[in-house]
């Protein structure tokens, strides 16, 4: 079991930067493959990015490369996104995931229900 809680999100201003933070609770947090997916109003859950469980590889959702960069730090238990040039079309309640078993290839790991746990989703608003 792994209880995931995001935070950093807040409201920016169009090319300004956030850096989210997700921790997760147990011993085990390296044999989970982490992502970050985001939901605006209306739309469906959209893939952000993810990051194998030794942090050797990433994935990034079209929409975001070049912009975003995903991390995570074994020893504390936490994933990062850090978001740069943040656009209005980025506003969305960002949401961190994990799964045990997911195979860490594309489109695996945009798939949300490849993910076994969830946190509560941090709101990012991007103003214009």
């Known amino acids: 079991q792994v209880q995931l809680v995001e935070s950093g999100g807040g409201l920016v201003q169009a090319g300004g930067s956030l850096r989210l933070s997700c921790a997760a609770s147990g011993r085990t947090f390296s044999s989970y493959g982490m992502g970050w997916f985001r939901q605006a109003p209306g739309k469906d859950r959209e893939f952000v990015a993810a990051?194998?469980?030794?942090?050797?590889?990433?994935y990034y959702g079209d929409s975001v490369k070049g912009r975003f960069t995903i991390s995570r730090d074994n020893a504390k238990n936490t994933v990062s996104l850090q978001m740069n040039s943040l656009k209005p079309e980025d506003t969305a309640v960002y949401y961190c995931?994990?799964?045990?078993?997911?195979?860490?290839?594309?489109?695996?790991?945009?798939?949300?229900?490849?993910?076994?746990?969830w946190g509560q989703g941090t709101q990012v608003t991007v103003s214009s």
């Open positions: 990051i194998s469980r030794s942090g050797g590889s990433t």
């Open positions: 995931a994990a799964s045990g078993s997911i195979r860490f290839v594309s489109p695996v790991v945009a798939t949300p229900h490849e993910y076994d746990y």
